[in-house]
């Protein structure tokens, strides 16, 4: 099993800077660079500075949440074909699919464990 993460450029937005943190932290570890963003429109800016491989997204932040922010990414023809992780305290079928409307493409419940993010990853980024 190759856990080669070096090289990968994640994004993590979520308001809880102890989200941040986790996730940060578990990324640096193997290899990831992790770039943060407090909510939607701090990641926008972010996003566009520095197009990342794979972004992860929490659904409930203020002023712009993220089936919001997912929305705008996906609507961006530089960034559509980027996944979308969404990340959500609720485990609700309604959430997922909301998610998925919105083309997030895939939808981990917090807290997340390291394989579930390390598993996220692997199963959105194409190595060629």
């Known amino acids: 099993m190759d856990e080669n993460f070096e090289s ?11 989200i ?46 993220g089936y919001q922010t997912c929305a705008l990414i996906k609507n961006n023809s530089a960034f559509k074909s980027t996944p979308v992780i969404m990340l959500s305290s609720k485990d609700g079928l309604f959430d997922k699919a909301k998610g998925r409307i919105v083309g997030s493409d895939e939808y981990l419940t917090k807290p997340f464990s390291k394989d579930e993010l390390l598993g996220a990853i692997k199963a959105h980024i194409k190595k060629d």
């Open 8 to 18: 990968l450029k994640v994004m993590v937005i979520d308001d809880s800077k102890t």
């Open 20 to 65: 941040r943190r986790t996730a940060e932290t578990l990324l640096k570890k193997v290899g990831c660079t992790v770039v943060t963003a407090t909510d939607g429109f701090d990641a926008l800016a972010k996003i566009a500075d520095t197009h990342p491989d794979i972004i992860f997204v929490d659904i409930m932040m203020p002023r712009l949440d």
